[in-house]
């Protein structure tokens, strides 16, 4: 049995399965981005260790095809398993254990890629500087506490936690927060007369229906979602307040000679640096509307290591800090509003490193089987 199974990793028709999967997987995902966008669809396809399906009338989900995850881990043994096994430790074999290593490393970039990669953006108008990030596809319910005039103490509860059944502690505040209900994705509008009560009970939000919405992961919308939550403090309840990314008006309260403020947003990450935007460029091709180069000129400014420097970034050339890369993505508000792509990747050097090691391990077998064949010509071209 053990021979068999080692038979069947170190199969050459394994490893061609595989990549047949891949490339099955590959056109179903790049068709699925239609409806999916493409984060969803990758998710769904290359990065989940089976492809689900669930009925529409709904009901139990099930798998129907292997993901990308599985393929990618079984083909990144066979590789590794037919290495050792056909493999000769010989100078001679040297290049193709070089290539077969890349192969390997490839497949694991993607593997840490999918569990370590973190996307945010920084959106930032001429003259104003950030020290944080949004991650616009996480959300946070955001407790501000504006009473200090020169400063905010902000608070976040990411949305992990929005659905607790015991309500939670703000560190350094009297205040605790019991959640009632949270919505991932909702839709709101005027409460009519024959709408259920809400469950709200102060601020805008018992005047206000909300119907749940399935999640979105198309590219062109995003989700907006709701909280009910109640602020507690000294035991005294402030009612409980309908908080949702859709409201344009903040919800806020009192206690104890303090104003605090309730507010839906994207999850912030804050940073121990800053970027202040100075200037933003959009240029075109003369006598035309193609763009020709976007490009926003940044001031770094790090006060731990006393840094502080101008950036250029613009189209195929980021700004790599702190383990962080700054991409030029978009902007808006007649070219003063520029929005970087903020991309966490640990792993972003292995398909470099991957493609590098395939390369020249051909490379070294190529020359290796040259002059091994020109050596083994040489006898017989002396002969004739």
Known sequence: MSKRIWD???????????????????????????????????????????????????????????????????????????????????????????????????????????LAQVDAQLAIEEGQTRNFVDRPKEYELAIIDPTDAKFDDEYGVPAALLSSPVPIQLPGTPLSLRMHRYLANSELRRRADADPKSIATAGVGPTVHVDEKPPVTVDDRANEPALFVEPIAAGKSYGVWLVAAAMGAQQQFSHGGRTYQLTMRPRREYLPYSVSLKKFRHDVYPGTQIPKNFSSLVRLDNPTTGESRDVLIYMNQPLRYAGKTFYQASFGKNDTLSVLQVVENPGWLLPYIACTLVTLGLLVHFVIELLRRQKKAAPAAEAT
């Open 8 to 114: 069947a990793l170190t199969s050459l028709k394994l490893a061609i399965a595989c990549l047949a999967l891949l490339m099955v997987l590959t056109v179903a995902c790049t068709l699925a981005q239609v409806e999916m966008g493409t984060s969803g669809a990758v998710d769904h396809y290359m990065r989940a260790f089976f492809v689900w399906w669930q009925p529409a009338a709904g009901g139990v989900k099930l798998p129907v095809f292997p993901g990308g995850a599985l393929v990618g881990l079984v083909l990144a043994v066979n590789l590794l398993a037919a290495q050792i096994r056909r493999l000769q430790f010989t100078w001679r074999k040297a290049g193709l254990w070089v290539a077969h290593l890349g192969l390997v490393l490839l497949v694991a970039g993607e593997f840490v890629t999918a």
